[in-house]
C-alpha cells in the first residue's frame, strides 16, 4: 500500500466499550477516495433499508479525505455522515476550523460510532491513544461550556466537537459544533447531533503530532505553488470587506436569497444592513485556509453573524434588526441547532401564524413578521425542545404534519430538509441541483451553485450565472450532474469547494485537474482525469442508491409548489419558474437511471456498485 493511498478508521462500539483500529485497503479507497466516499460506503454496507437513525444499528461516521492535513490549501475539512433523522435518508454534513486536521495529527483519518452508551460518554483520541471517558457532568450543557470544560481536563491545545442540548433531546434539526464559542464550525445539516445524542455520545475531542501520509511531498509542494495564485497570501482588509460587501448586495438585490419564507423578491433597506454586517466583519481562517470566507467574520473576541444566518434567520422572517439575527445565530450555536434549519422552520411558523392556522395560545408569542424578539424565542424553543419549539424541531415537514390544515403548503423542504437561503427560482441550474440532492434541498451538494463566474471548461460546465444564461434548459441536466459528481469529490478528497471557488477578491479558482494533480502527488496512484471523475459519479450513485433504498424515486424530487407555480411579481426573477418536468428527464436521462429516477443494472455494473444491483 502506497503511503498516501492508506486510511485508518477508529471503530467504536459505545455498547460494548471496544475501540478497535481498521486500514482500509488501497483498491477501497481509490474507489471511494475518502470522506464523503467513504462515509457512504460505510453507510451503505453496514445498514439497511429498516434501520432507525435513533438505534444502535445506525452508523455515525466522521471522515478526512487525501488531502486534510497536507500542503494542499483549505484542507482542514471533512464529512460527517449517517441516516438522517430529520428525512430518514442519507445524511451529510461537512466541518471545518481546526477539527479535521487534529483528528488527522492523531495517526487516525476516520472514525465509524456504533451503538449506545449506557451513560453519557466522551471520546479522547490523544496521538493515536483513545478512550470513553464519562461526560455525565457535561451532559445538558451548551457547547461553548462544553468546549471550555473539556480544555481544562484534556488538553487546553485539543480540539472538541461536540453537541447541545438540542443534540442530547433528539431535536432533529441539531448539529455539531466544533471549537466552541470562539470557533463555532458547525456539521450542520441533516439533524447529525440528534444521532450523536442518541448514542449518548457529548463529544470527541482530539490532539495529535502525527504528520498526514503523503507519497511525494516535495511534488506536492511545489505544484501547491505553481497552482495557488500567490496574490491570494496578500491581504486588504478593507478592499477585501468592500467586496464581500458587494457581493451580499447581489444576492439580496438579485433575487437569489429567501426574504418572508420566499414569497418577496424585495426586502427594502435590509440589502444595505446586510453589507454593513459583512463589511465590519473581520477574517476568520479555519485552520490552512489563507483566505478566510466572508461569512465568518471575527469581531474582537465574538465571531460575528454567518452572512448565511443574515438571511434565514432575518430576511426569511423579515427581521432586519443586526442585534437580533447576531443574538439568534449565536444561540444556535449554543444551543446546537442548525441555523438554516431553524430560520426556515421559524420563516414557515411565521406564515402559518398569519394565515391562523397556529395561534399564540401555540406558540406563547406573538409570532409576527419582523419580530426578532419572537425570532429569539423560537430559537430558544427549538433548541430546548420546549413548547411549541418540540413540534417545529421535527423539522418543517414534519411539523406541517403535525400542525395540520393546510400548513404542507408553507412547508418549504426537500425530501424532508429545509430550503436554506437560496431561491430555486433564481437559476434553473440551482433548481435542478437542490431538487436532486441526495441529502435533500441543499445548493452546496453541486459544485458553483452561487458562484457567480463558474464557467468549467473540464466539466463541460458553461457560464450560468448571467441574465441569460442562469434561465437556460439546455444542458442543465447534464451540467448539474456534472457538477454533483465533483461536488461529492471535493468532499471526499477533504477541501474547501467554498475556498476553491471563491478566492475573493482575486476571483481565481481551482481545476478538477489542479485537485487530481494533488491527488497523486499525495497518493502516487497515477490516476487520469477519466477514472478521477467515475470516483464522482460513483459515490454519488451510491448515496442515491442508499436513498432508493430508504424509498426514494422520482416522487420525491421535486420542488414546493410556491417555486413551480408561485412567480414573483418583481426583483431578478421576475415571472420565471424553473421547468423542473423537462429538466428531470435530461438529468435522469445524462445520469443512466430509469424514468422514476433510479439507477440502472447497468449504469451500476458500469461503475462497479456490483453490491447494490
Known sequence: MTQGGAFRLLRVDLDQKKLVSEDLQEEVMRKFIGGSGIASKIVWEETSSTTDPFSAE???????????????????????????PLSGIWGEAHVGGSWPDELKRTGCDGLVITGKAKEP??????????????????????????????????????????????????????????????????????????????????????????????ANPEALKESVKKHYDPKITEYDPKRRGEIYAEFAVDLMVGGKEIIKNFREAKFEGFPEKFAEEVRRGKPFFCRSCRTSCFESG??????????????????????????????????????????????AIIAFAMECYEKGIITKADTGVDLTWGDGEAMLEM?????????????????????????????????????????????????????????????????????????????????????????????????????????????????????????????????????????????????????????????????????????????????????????????LPEGANKGHVPPLGKMLGDYYAFRGWNVEGIPTKEKLRELDLVGTV
Open 298 to 343: 471575527m469581531d474582537g473576541e465574538v465571531r460575528r453573524t454567518m452572512a448565511g444566518a443574515i438571511t434565514t434567520l432575518g430576511s426569511g422572517c423579515l427581521v432586519d434588526d443586526m442585534e437580533a439575527i447576531r443574538a439568534g445565530y449565536h444561540l444556535c450555536n449554543r444551543l446546537g441547532i442548525d441555523h438554516k434549519s431553524t430560520g
Open 58 to 84: 445506525n452508523r455515525l461516521v466522521f471522515a478526512t479525505g487525501p488531502f486534510t492535513g497536507t500542503a494542499v490549501p483549505a484542507n482542514s475539512r471533512m464529512t460527517v455522515a449517517s441516516l438522517s
Open 379 to 567: 430559537v430558544r424553543q427549538i433548541g430546548l425542545k420546549e413548547g411549541f419549539g418540540a413540534v417545529l424541531g421535527e423539522g418543517v415537514k414534519k411539523a406541517a404534519e403535525m400542525i395540520g390544515k393546510n400548513a404542507s403548503e408553507f412547508a418549504m423542504h426537500g425530501k424532508g430538509l429545509e430550503f436554506p437561503n437560496w431561491d430555486p427560482r433564481s437559476s434553473n441550474y440551482r433548481a435542478l441541483g437542490e431538487a436532486t440532492a441526495n441529502i435533500g434541498a441543499d445548493p452546496y451538494n453541486s459544485i458553483g451553485p452561487i458562484v457567480k463566474h463558474s464557467s468549467i471548461p473540464e466539466l463541460g460546465i458553461v457560464e450560468r450565472d448571467s441574465d441569460m444564461a442562469r434561465f437556460r434548459v439546455e444542458r442543465v441536466g447534464e451540467e448539474v450532474a456534472r457538477g454533483q459528481n465533483f461536488g461529492v469529490l471535493t468532499n471526499s478528497l477533504g477541501i474547501c469547494w467554498l475556498a476553491m471557488f471563491m478566492w475573493m477578491p482575486h476571483n481565481v479558482h481551482l481545476e478538477p485537474s489542479t485537485c487530481l494533480e494533488w491527488l497523486n502527488d499525495i497518493t502516487d496512484w497515477n490516476m487520469d482525469f477519466n477514472e478521477f471523475m467515475r470516483c464522482g459519479e460513483r459515490i454519488f450513485n451510491l448515496q442515491r442508491m442508499i436513498d432508493v433504498r430508504r424509498g426514494i424515486s422520482r416522487k420525491d424530487d421535486f420542488l414546493p409548489a410556491r417555486f413551480l407555480v408561485e412567480k
Open 121 to 214: 460518554v466522551y471520546l479522547w483520541i490523544n496521538d493515536g491513544e483513545a478512550r470513553l471517558v464519562s461526560a455525565k457532568h457535561l451532559w445538558g450543557k451548551d457547547t461553548r461550556e462544553t468546549d471550555n470544560l473539556l480544555m481544562k481536563e484534556t488538553d487546553p491545545n485539543a480540539m472538541t466537537l461536540c453537541i447541545g442540548p438540542a443534540g442530547e433531546r433528539l431535536v432533529k434539526i441539531s448539529c455539531l459544533i466544533g471549537g466552541g464559542g470562539k470557533e463555532a464550525r458547525a456539521a450542520a445539516r441533516c439533524g447529525l447531533g440528534a444521532v450523536m445524542g442518541s448514542k449518548n455520545l457529548k463529544a470527541i475531542v482530539v490532539k495529535g503530532t502525527k504528520k498526514a501520509r503523503v
